[in-house]
């Protein structure tokens, strides 16, 4: 008996040992302090040990106007960490023995057209998870879905893939994008006949009770209980990006620190009632090379898994994914080999050094090192966006008048853009993106989006006083602008 109460003596010592490396105190201190670097309004840290919360608070406030905070199930835009589920879900399609990540996807998908006839032989379900295609992000495929391709969102990115030209050869590099997870979400559907939202509720949030967590955007803005997004202090309208809701599988889904908590528990030990765990661990290893993202000691080389980056951070293996969006951020990461994860958020978006992950080097530097690391200091930016079109050169006037610019532009990959005349200045419809344009030189125009960081350029080709075409970069920055014909 006594042998006995010294065992578990022991057990519970060690444990209490074990948890006591998050010291409640230094964090809460430490996340004020973020709080403030980062000039964040709110945001949320969640630690798990053991498949136990250890620490859960909030920090500053969920909305400035009233002054609430933020909660364990304040609902947030989880954005890609969205990608994770898509791959969990093909999982268990591997798992039946239903599909095989190494087949072309030609096997599953005999329609596939791709604007390479070898890609369209070798293009597998692992070239798309693990972003190695060769494709930039090209979200303009599903920002600009008109009526009709909007009621089966996911054939339409589908059936867009032979326009899309790659900008690396394919297995070579890293090129991070949104429309591989869309082509994943419509081949699961495909083969389960299920759409991706009702296969998501019913094999991953039900069985494990992640209530708070769906893909409803109109749900979400209307739920009390949500996050209210912020950029640079001023308060942001999701329907700005209400695109990336209409396709499935890469960014869609809102979720809550408590429901984040069982999804971790589920990664961390497994539930063979919906996925084995040698089948989990396939998604959390590293199956392609990214390259050195961190220049500071400890960090080994980065690698992708299935919708996960995976590095080792001095000694421990680290899987980790963050979600941007206009005026929010997540991050979750887990530690598999140390039973530990966590789960942050914040309602701040789309910057460079975000609170979510200063935080979470901070606490992994409390699990490993002696002393914490001042992420603050190393990854401390006095970046401010200013657009490269801001200061306007000695312009040449248009050189015919602005009704002539006017009219529909088309790309049978990217759509359609409308431009019209709107008090004395150029318009632009497109999708969800409805801006007036700022005359730049000549016949070219620039939309600084300013939310996103980023400029835009609109130049029209004009033949002997005849507009024939537009050339923009909205489609995608890091290629040579995309022509749209005039109708």
């Known amino acids: 008996m006594a042998k006995h109460y010294y065992i578990v003596l022991l057990f519970l010592l060690l444990r209490t040992v074990g948890l006591a490396q998050f010291d409640a105190m230094i964090i809460d201190s430490l996340g004020q302090v973020t709080l403030d670097k980062t000039a964040t309004n709110g ?7 053991n498949k136990q919360v250890v620490y859960s608070k909030a920090f500053g406030y969920n909305d400035t106007t009233t002054q609430t905070i933020l909660t364990d199930s304040t609902l947030f835009p989880i954005s890609s960490n969205t990608k994770a589920f898509n791959s969990i879900l093909l999982s268990q399609l591997a798992e039946d023995k239903l599909l095989d990540f190494e087949e072309p996807l030609f096997y599953y998908l005999p329609e596939i057209n791709l604007s390479s006839e070898f890609m369209e032989n070798e293009l597998n379900l692992i070239d798309l998870l693990t972003h190695r295609w060769g494709i930039p992000r090209y979200d303009f495929t599903y920002y600009v879905l008109d009526s009709v391709e909007k009621k089966a969102p996911n054939r339409a990115v589908f059936n867009k893939l032979k326009y899309l030209e790659t900008t690396s050869s394919s297995r070579t590099k890293f090129s991070y994008g949104n429309n591989q997870y869309i082509v994943a979400a419509y081949l699961l559907e495909q083969l389960t006949k299920q ?3 009702q296969r998501l509720l019913e094999k991953i949030l039900t069985p494990l009770g992640m209530d708070d967590t769906h893909c409803d955007l109109e749900l979400y803005k209307k739920t009390a209980s949500r996050s209210i997004g912020y950029q640079q202090k001023k308060a942001v309208n999701m329907d700005m990006v209400a695109p990336m809701y209409d396709v499935s599988g890469m960014g869609n ?19 063979t009632n919906i996925l084995s765990k040698d089948w989990i661990d396939f998604n959390l290893q590293g199956h392609f090379v990214v390259g050195f993202e961190e220049s500071e000691p400890g960090f080994s080389n980065l690698e992708y898994g299935l919708g996960w980056y995976v590095y080792d951070y001095y000694g421990s293996k680290v899987v980790l994914h963050h979600g941007d969006n206009i005026g929010h951020q997540t991050l979750l990461v887990i530690l598999p080999d140390d039973d530990i994860a966590f789960q942050l958020m914040a309602n701040e978006g789309m910057v460079s050094n975000s609170f979510c992950f200063r935080m979470a080097f901070s606490l992994l530097d409390m699990l490993k090192l002696d002393n914490i690391n001042d992420w603050n200091e190393i990854r401390a930016t006095d970046y401010v966006y200013e657009s490269e ?11 015919v008048d602005l009704t002539e610019y006017t009219g529909v532009y088309q790309h049978e990959g990217f759509g359609t853009i409308k431009v019209s005349l709107k008090n004395g200045a150029l318009y632009v419809e497109s999708g969800a993106f409805k801006d007036t344009l700022t005359h730049f030189n000549e016949d070219m125009f620039v939309f600084n989006a300013v939310e996103f960081q980023e400029a835009y350029t609109f130049r029209f080709k004009v033949t002997e ?6 050339e923009t970069s909205m489609v995608e920055l890091s290629i040579d602008p995309v022509l749209f014909e005039k109708q």
Do not use: H
Request: glycine letters at 4%; hydrophobic letters at 45%.
């Open 43 to 49: 945001a949320y840290i969640s630690i798990m040990q």
């Open 195 to 197: 759409k991706w939202e």
């Open 253 to 271: 889904m809102f979720s809550s620190i408590r429901d984040l908590q069982q999804w971790s528990r589920f990664l961390l030990e497994g539930d």
């Open 389 to 399: 079109f801001s200061d306007l050169p000695n312009k040449v006037l248009p050189t």
């Open 465 to 470: 006083k005849e507009v024939i075409g537009l």
